[in-house]
């Protein structure tokens, strides 16, 4: 059973659609990151959220945490063929680094 | 260039035939990790070091060996490979043991045990 369950699974978009990437989960994290990974490389980090509510931008992704630290939101708006890739969620609970992954979300966008 | 690297990137071989999987980083991190990633299982935890001599289990263990003789590597040892054992492996470290340190991955490592 997967401590991370990430929706949907695969998506499929246009240029220039907008897209939301939902990481949920019954157990309370200290920190949520979010990881994009592309054929053939290891997961890149794009953002650490610790603080319940709390909403970070990187140009036009936007992550949110939830306000009870139980579950996350990657939105990005007006996807572009770069935006491809595999979106992974992962918690940290307690203090230390031990990290969960969810499965993933495969996002492709088309031309 | 700050990195982890990992060797080899492609390994085809056989069940018992013991190898190893080396895992090398030059940023002077001290928390290193294993995991390997399967399709629809997402990146499982397979074992982890807080520091040098310091290791150990992460959620699937079994069938792996690790050793932290150095701060800077962390190799990955498969004493009788069986073909279950088939997979994506990622070696990943982080500055410190702690919530908010992002991880450094290398670019996988995969494995075919026939």
Same mark, same amino acid.
Not at chain 2, 17 to 28: E, R
């Given at each position: 059973?997967?401590?991370?369950?990430?929706?949907?699974?695969?998506?499929?978009?246009?240029?220039?659609? *907008?897209?939301?990437?939902?990481?949920?989960?019954?157990?309370?994290?200290?920190?949520?990151?979010?990881?994009?990974?592309?054929? +053939?490389?290891?997961?890149?980090?794009? !953002?650490?959220?610790?603080?319940?509510?709390?909403?970070?931008?990187?140009?036009?992704?936007?992550?949110?945490?939830?306000?009870?630290?139980?579950?996350?939101?990657?939105?990005?708006?007006?996807?572009?063929? +770069?935006?491809?890739?595999?979106?992974?969620?992962?918690?940290?609970? +307690?203090?230390?680094?031990?990290?969960?992954?969810?499965?993933?979300?495969?996002?492709? !966008?088309?031309? | 260039?700050?990195?982890?690297?990992?060797?080899?990137?492609?390994?085809?071989? !056989?069940?018992?035939?013991?190898?190893?999987?080396?895992?090398?980083?030059?940023?002077?991190?001290?928390?290193?990790?294993?995991?390997?990633?399967?399709?629809?299982? +997402?990146?499982?935890?397979?074992?982890?070091?807080? *520091?040098?001599?310091?290791?150990?289990?992460?959620?699937?263990?079994?069938?792996?060996?690790?050793?932290?003789?150095?701060?800077? *590597?962390?190799?990955?040892?498969?004493?009788?490979?069986?073909? *279950?054992?088939?997979?994506?492996?990622?070696?990943?470290?982080?500055?410190?043991?702690?919530?908010?340190?992002?991880?450094?991955?290398?670019?996988?490592?995969?494995?075919?045990?026939?």
């Amino acid at each position: 059973t997967q401590l991370l369950e990430q929706s949907p699974q695969f998506l499929s978009i246009q240029e220039g659609e *907008n897209l939301t990437v939902y990481c949920n989960s019954s157990s309370v994290f200290s920190s949520l990151q979010w990881y994009r990974q592309e054929p +053939g490389e290891g997961p890149v980090l794009l !953002v650490t959220v610790v603080t319940g509510g709390e909403v970070k931008k990187l140009k036009r992704l936007t992550f949110q945490f939830g306000d009870a630290r139980k579950d996350s939101s990657l939105h990005i708006t007006a996807a572009q063929p +770069g935006d491809t890739g595999l979106y992974l969620c992962a918690g940290a609970e +307690g203090s230390w680094g031990k990290l969960q992954f969810g499965a993933g979300t495969q996002v492709v !966008v088309t031309p | 260039e700050a990195q982890v690297t990992q060797n080899p990137r492609y390994l085809i071989t !056989v069940t018992g035939k013991k190898l190893t999987v080396t895992c090398s980083q030059n940023m002077n991190h001290e928390y290193m990790s294993w995991y390997r990633q399967d399709p629809g299982l +997402g990146l499982r935890q397979i074992y982890y070091s807080m *520091n040098v001599e310091v290791t150990d289990k992460g959620d699937v263990p079994e069938g792996y060996k690790v050793s932290r003789k150095e701060k800077r *590597n962390f190799p990955l040892i498969l004493e009788s490979p069986s073909p *279950n054992q088939t997979s994506l492996y990622f070696c990943a470290s982080s500055l410190r043991d702690r919530y908010k340190e992002p991880q450094h991955f290398g670019d996988g490592t995969r494995l075919s045990i026939l």
